[in-house]
């Protein structure tokens, strides 16, 4: 059985974005860039709801040949567009760059990913990443967490219909400020 991992970076408040999608207060530094640079490597599928695979495919399949692109954002390019992709989406019609898309039952097709043999699988996007929680998928969470307060915006953990007990596996201070926290899902 694979492992479901939900990684992101959030504010100490909770928020992977602050109101309006506003992500700029996460710019990473290169230690943070490098450290989800190698869960990239590490992943054999991701997950996307339809809001992060927008931002994600607007950007990634041609930063490596973008001016000023420096050697870790052109590796984590070239990582991105290779491996395989699931986009959950009711409204897209296409996507591409090694991606499959989903538009039926999210839940019982991240279990069926979840039984296949295989790496590690993570999720993104808070929309699907809630409902896998709310099903008992995830197996572990990381959160990135910078030190700034946004107030409001999209949490990272959704509404939940019963507790997820978790034990700390790996916490980690960057030197920019930002905490690495790895947990693993007690089962």
Not at 22 to 49: C, H, K, M, N
Not at 60 to 82: H, I, K, L
């Amino acid at each position: 059985m694979r492992k479901l991992i939900y990684g992101m970076n959030v504010t100490l408040d909770g928020c992977i974005a602050a109101p309006g999608d506003d992500i700029a207060w996460g710019v990473p530094s290169d230690e943070l860039f490098r450290f989800w640079s190698d869960q990239l490597e590490a992943t054999d599928l991701s997950l996307y709801g339809r809001k992060l695979w927008e931002t994600m495919s607007s950007h990634w399949p041609t930063a490596d040949r973008q001016p000023g692109t420096n050697d870790a954002e052109a590796e984590f390019a070239r990582r991105w567009r290779n491996m395989s992709k699931v986009v959950f989406s009711s409204t897209l019609d296409e996507v591409d760059w090694n991606t499959r898309l989903v538009s039926g039952d999210a839940v019982a097709e991240i279990t069926r990913l979840k039984a296949e043999e295989g790496g590690p699988m993570d999720i993104g996007g808070a929309t699907l990443a809630g409902a896998a929680m709310r099903a008992g998928l995830i197996d572990e969470y990381v959160l990135a967490t910078a030190p700034v307060l946004v107030g409001s915006g999209t949490p990272f953990f959704a509404a939940l219909d019963r507790w997820v007990d978790l034990r700390l596996i790996e916490t980690r201070p960057l030197p920019c400020g930002v905490v690495l926290s790895r947990y693993e899902t007690r089962r």
